[in-house]
Nanobody
Framework: QVQLVESGGGLVQAGGSLRLSCATSARTIQTRGTSIVGWFRQAPGKEREFVATINWNGARTYYADSAKGRFTISRENDKHTVYLQMNSLKPEDTAVYYC???????????????????WGQGTQVTVSS
């Protein structure tokens, strides 16, 4: 069973920063190999939307327009963890943030929800004005 565990969410004022983490186990990597990891978010009453994604070795990243210039996705494979550094946060960034993994990828990145196989439980990010 693949488990992804997000952490790092919280309450922050507009203009502030947060760093989200998405961790999996060494056993998952041993049994399933490395993966493409994506971050998505879902605000109340809205559909889940793509935020950022990173390929297996961190060489390729891709961002939604709303995240470009403010968010940075990175990974430390030796720690089996992917990060989302979020700077200059805005109230409209308020949402539950989810990480997702796609194993055995055939592309460098994926932006569609349906392209991901496993999801974390989500972490709440609230940005106050």
């Amino acid at each position: 069973q693949v488990q992804l565990v997000e952490s790092g969410g919280g309450l922050v004022q507009a203009g502030g920063s947060l760093r989200l983490s998405c961790a999996t186990s060494a056993r998952t990597i041993q049994t399933r190999g490395t993966s493409i990891v994506g971050w998505f978010r879902q605000a109340p009453g809205k559909e889940r939307e793509f935020v950022a994604t990173i390929n297996w070795n961190g060489a390729r990243t891709y961002y939604a327009d709303s995240a470009k210039g403010r968010f940075t996705i990175s990974r430390e494979n030796d720690k089996h963890t992917v990060y989302l550094q979020m700077n200059s946060l805005k109230p409209e960034d308020t949402a539950v943030y989810y990480c997702a993994a796609r194993f055995a990828p055939t592309h460098d990145y994926y932006t569609n929800i349906d392209d991901y196989d496993y999801w974390g439980q989500g972490t709440q990010v609230t940005v106050s004005s």
